[in-house]
C-alpha cells in the first residue's frame, strides 16, 4: 500500500465500523421502538451515517418532500419580511431566519426522510439510541399518514407554495410530529430501561441539552431529545421557536393521554382532533376551534381583495412571542392576552403593503392588543372594530372592506 492510500483506506475502514455502530443503534432503537409503540411496523427503516457529502436537499425532493426542516425554513423566509415591516418580529429576524432557511447543518443531529423510510445521523452520534428512536417515529408518522399537510394550504391547489402556506399551521404541525417523537423516545426509553437493566434516571434539566443513562454495567448511554442540545447555537428569536417545537409540544399528547390508553392511542387521539393551530400547543387542556378563515379561504369560499398576492396566519404563538419579547408583557399577562386570540389572516400584496386582520373573544381583548401594539410599533395604522382589529402597513385603500370582503360579510 502506498503511503498515498494509507489515510484513505483508514477513513473507509474508519467509516465502515461507524456504519456498523450506526446499524446496531438502530437494531437497539427498533427494539425500544417496538417497546413503546407496537401496534407500529417499522422494522425495515434503515439508517445511514450521515457523511459531509450526504446530499439530503436532493435525497429530500427525490422523495417527493414534505414537512421537514427545508420546508418550514422557506416558508419562514418568505413571510419574515412582512412581519418584520409589521413589527412582529424584530428586524435583525431576517437574518436568523435565514439561518434556518439555509438549514444549519452544523447544529442538526440526525435528519429523516420519512418517505424513503431512512434517516441520516451524523458520525458523532453513531452510537445514540435516543436519537434513532426519535427518528423511527418520524418514519412511523408519514407511513400512518397521521398528519394532513393539506390543512396548511391557503388556497385551492395550493400545497406547500410558501406565499399561500399558513405559517401558523405549520408552526403547530411541525410541534406536534416533534412533540410525537420526544414522548415516543421518553416512553421508550423509560419503558425499556425499566425492563432490561436497573438504570439510574436522573434526568437532570433535559431541556439543555443530552441526558446521560448510566447503566449499572458502567456503560452510558446518551438519551437525548435529539436536537436540544445544540440550541445554543441558534440566535433568537428562532431558539425559542425551536424551544416550543422540541420542548412544549410533548405537552399535547400527554394531556391526550387517558388512564388505560397506550401511547399510540393517545399519539392518534393528539392527531386526530388537531387543529393545526400553536394556540392548541400553547394550551393542549382547552384547544381553539380551528381557523374559520383558512378553512373557507382552503375551500375557494372566500373572497379576496384585489392584487393579493400571499397570505398567512400569525397566530398565538407569534403573538405571544410578540407580546412577551416584543411589547414586553410579562410571560403570564402575554400568553393570556394571546390565548384571546380566536382567528387571524396576514394578506400581503407585490408593493410591500400588508394587511393583518386579528379577530378576538372580545372587544377589550382586542383593546389590550390594540394599545401593546400601538406603543411597540408606532407609525403603523390600526383599525379597531369591536372584537376585530385591523393594522396595515403601506395605504390600504379601505381596510374595513377589505377585510370584510374576506370574512365574507
Ligand atoms: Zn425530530
Not at 284 to 308: C, D, N, T
Not at 388 to 409: F, H, K, P, V
Request: hydrophobic share 45%; proline share 5%.
Amino acid at each position: 500500500m502506498t503511503r498515498a492510500l494509507v489515510p484513505a483506506a483508514l477513513f473507509f475502514l474508519l467509516g465502515c465500523s461507524l456504519q456498523g455502530t450506526v446499524d446496531a443503534s438502530l437494531r437497539e432503537a427498533k427494539e425500544i421502538f417496538a417497546i413503546a409503540r407496537p401496534d407500529v411496523d417499522i422494522s425495515d427503516a434503515r439508517a445511514e451515517l450521515w457523511l459531509e457529502s450526504t446530499d439530503l436537499v436532493k435525497a429530500d425532493a427525490e422523495s417527493g418532500g414534505g414537512l421537514t426542516f427545508f420546508a418550514v425554513g422557506t416558508i419562514l423566509k418568505e413571510v419574515a419580511p412582512t412581519l418584520i415591516e409589521l413589527g412582529i418580529l424584530e428586524s435583525s429576524s431576517l437574518v436568523d431566519l435565514d439561518a434556518l432557511a439555509g438549514f444549519r447543518v452544523d447544529a442538526i443531529q440526525a435528519v429523516t426522510i420519512p418517505a424513503k423510510g431512512v434517516y441520516y445521523i451524523k458520525p458523532a452520534n453513531a452510537e445514540d439510541v435516543g436519537i434513532a428512536v426519535h427518528e423511527l417515529s418520524h418514519i412511523a408518522s408519514r407511513r400512518l399518514n397521521y398528519w394532513d399537510l393539506r390543512k396548511t394550504s391557503l388556497a385551492p391547489g395550493k400545497l406547500l407554495d410558501p406565499a399561500w402556506t399558513d405559517l401558523d399551521a405549520v408552526l403547530a404541525l411541525w410541534a406536534l410530529e416533534e412533540g410525537t417523537a420526544e414522548a415516543t423516545e421518553w416512553a421508550g426509553a423509560a419503558a425499556y430501561w425499566k425492563q432490561r437493566r436497573p438504570v439510574d434516571m436522573s434526568l437532570g434539566n433535559y431541556a439543555k441539552g443530552p441526558v446521560t443513562l448510566r447503566q449499572a454495567d458502567g456503560r452510558t448511554i446518551s438519551v437525548p431529545p435529539g436536537e436540544w442540545g445544540l440550541l445554543e447555537e441558534y440566535p433568537e428569536p428562532l431558539r425559542r421557536l425551536l424551544g416550543f417545537v422540541y420542548g412544549s409540544s410533548q405537552e399535547t399528547v400527554k394531556t391526550r393521554f387517558e388512564p388505560g390508553d397506550s401511547l399510540e392511542a393517545a399519539i392518534r387521539k393528539s392527531w386526530s382532533a388537531f387543529t393545526y393551530a400553536t394556540a392548541e400547543i400553547l394550551q393542549p387542556e382547552a384547544p381553539p376551534k380551528p381557523s374559520a378563515i383558512a378553512e373557507s379561504m382552503r375551500s375557494g369560499r372566500a373572497e379576496l381583495p384585489v392584487g393579493v398576492k400571499g397570505a398567512t396566519r400569525v397566530g398565538a404563538y407569534l403573538v405571544r412571542d410578540f407580546l412577551v419579547h416584543r411589547a414586553r408583557l410579562d410571560g403570564a399577562t402575554g400568553s393570556a392576552l394571546a390565548r384571546r386570540l380566536q382567528d387571524d389572516m396576514l394578506l400581503r400584496w407585490d408593493d410591500r403593503r400588508a394587511l393583518w386582520i386579528l379577530k378576538w373573544a372580545d372587544a377589550p381583548a382586542s383593546a389590550e392588543f390594540s394599545l401593546a401594539y400601538s406603543k411597540t410599533c408606532p407609525g403603523r395604522k390600526v383599525v379597531n372594530e369591536g372584537n376585530l382589529l385591523l393594522i396595515s402597513a403601506g395605504t390600504i385603500e379601505d381596510e374595513s372592506a377589505a377585510a370584510r370582503t374576506l370574512l365574507g360579510n
